[in-house]
C-alpha cells in the first residue's frame, strides 16, 4: 500500500523530485524533518501527510 502512495507522488507533476526523496528518508529515519531545505518543506510535508505520516513533520 505504501508503494501505491509513493508511485502516486512520483507522478504528480506539481511534486518536486527532491521532496519525494526527503519524504522516503524521514520514513525510512535516516534523515529529520529538520534536515530538509526550506524551499522543499511544505511539499515534504504535504507528502507526508498523505502517507499517513504527518506526525514526522515537526
Same mark, same amino acid.
Given at each position: 500500500?505504501?508503494?501505491? @502512495?509513493?508511485?502516486?507522488? +512520483? @507522478?504528480?507533476?506539481?511534486?518536486? =523530485?527532491?521532496?519525494?526523496v526527503?519524504?522516503?528518508? #524521514?520514513? *525510512?529515519? *535516516? *534523515?529529520? @524533518?529538520e534536515?530538509?531545505?526550506?524551499?522543499?518543506? =511544505?511539499?515534504? *510535508?504535504? #507528502? +507526508?501527510?498523505? +502517507?499517513?505520516?504527518?506526525? +514526522?513533520?515537526?
Open positions: 500500500m505504501l508503494c501505491q @502512495f509513493f508511485i502516486k507522488i +512520483l @507522478f504528480r507533476k506539481e511534486v518536486n =523530485e527532491m521532496a519525494v526527503y519524504a522516503t528518508l #524521514i520514513i *525510512k529515519g *535516516k *534523515k529529520s @524533518f534536515d530538509v531545505p526550506d524551499r522543499i518543506k =511544505e511539499q515534504v *510535508k504535504a #507528502i +507526508l501527510v498523505d +502517507l499517513d505520516c504527518g506526525d +514526522l513533520a515537526q
